[in-house]
């Protein structure tokens, strides 16, 4: 028998920013595959109804309110996690933020609220979870949610760009590291989604028109299109990927001219 189970049934996974956008349908996703899902967002409300959406799938969700830009707040989340799980076989790190400023109008306050909660947040929630997977002899996955920006320049900000790649090269990185624990460290990197990060953006015809013209597939994606890589990334089909980075974006950083 050649064909390897992408079903997560028994799995406890870890979803950041599971609010809205990306991450509910993550969470949402990996749920249908048999994962039972720890909801992390800041606000309880955000959270409340992806975890129904879950629970009527018949799997657990525990609603875990954390800003992940604070170690004490994701340190505090992990011990209730752990406590009623035992452990984190999926942690997918997903929580992000864009201020779209040119370069020369970058703010340190921009620099250092992007940095905070798509660079900063990712390490330090790899670092707690990746101790616990260790501590608790898991085979673990962590996937990341970088961006095509982290490859290709766009207009959308030198400083979330700047991020996106550290959590490519992290992803590498972590990956070496933590191959020894049985530990696999991924990256799904997306195009357009509409979602709320994006969908002022999307709803512009002329700027809808020159994303389409940069992509191959000539559309933007469907939400579900980016859990297919990622239940294949977080089950057992993925278990020899490791240190890569799936760029799930209609062809767009590949085309050339
Ligand atoms: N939508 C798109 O076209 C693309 C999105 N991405 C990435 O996908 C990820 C999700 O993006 P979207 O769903 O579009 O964004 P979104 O803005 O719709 O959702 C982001 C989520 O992260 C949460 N979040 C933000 N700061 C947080 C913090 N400090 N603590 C906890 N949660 C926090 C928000 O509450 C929200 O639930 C981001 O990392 C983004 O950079 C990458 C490429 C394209
Ligand atoms: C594709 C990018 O990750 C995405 O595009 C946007 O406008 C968002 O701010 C992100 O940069």
């Excluded at 800041?42 to 409340?48: A, Q």
């Excluded at 799997?59 to 830009?69: F, S």
Aim: proline content about 3%.
């Amino acid at each position: 028998m050649y064909l390897p189970s992408f079903r997560l049934d028994g799995q406890k996974v870890i979803v950041t920013g599971a609010g809205r956008g990306i991450g509910r349908a993550l969470a949402i996703g990996l749920a249908e595959a048999g994962a039972d899902i720890a909801l992390l967002s800041r606000t309880k409300e955000d959270l409340e109804e992806t975890a129904k959406y879950i629970k009527d799938l018949g799997r657990e969700a525990l609603i875990v309110p954390t800003d992940v830009t604070k170690r004490e707040d994701i340190k505090e989340s992990l011990n209730h996690i752990v406590g009623k799980w035992g452990k984190v076989n999926v942690l997918i790190n997903n929580a992000g933020m864009n201020i779209r400023s040119k370069a020369l109008d970058v703010t340190d306050e921009e620099w250092q609220k992007i940095m905070d909660t798509n660079l900063k947040s990712t390490f330090m929630m790899s670092q707690e979870v990746g101790k616990i997977m260790k501590e608790t002899n898991t085979d673990g996955k962590i996937i990341s949610i970088s961006s095509v920006a982290g490859t290709v320049a766009l207009r959308t900000g030198v400083v979330y760009a700047a991020t996106k790649a550290a959590m490519i090269q992290m992803t590498k990185v972590l990956a070496m590291e933590w191959g020894q624990y049985n530990i696999c460290v991924n990256s799904i990197g997306p195009w357009y989604f509409k979602t709320p990060l994006t969908e002022k953006l999307l709803a512009d015809p002329e700027y809808l028109h020159e994303i389409l013209s940069v992509t191959p597939l000539n559309r933007v994606g469907e939400l579900q299109e980016l859990v297919g890589p990622t239940v294949f990334l977080a089950s057992e089909a993925g278990n020899y990927v490791t240190g890569q980075t799936i760029f799930v974006d209609g062809g767009m950083s590949i085309k050339g001219f």
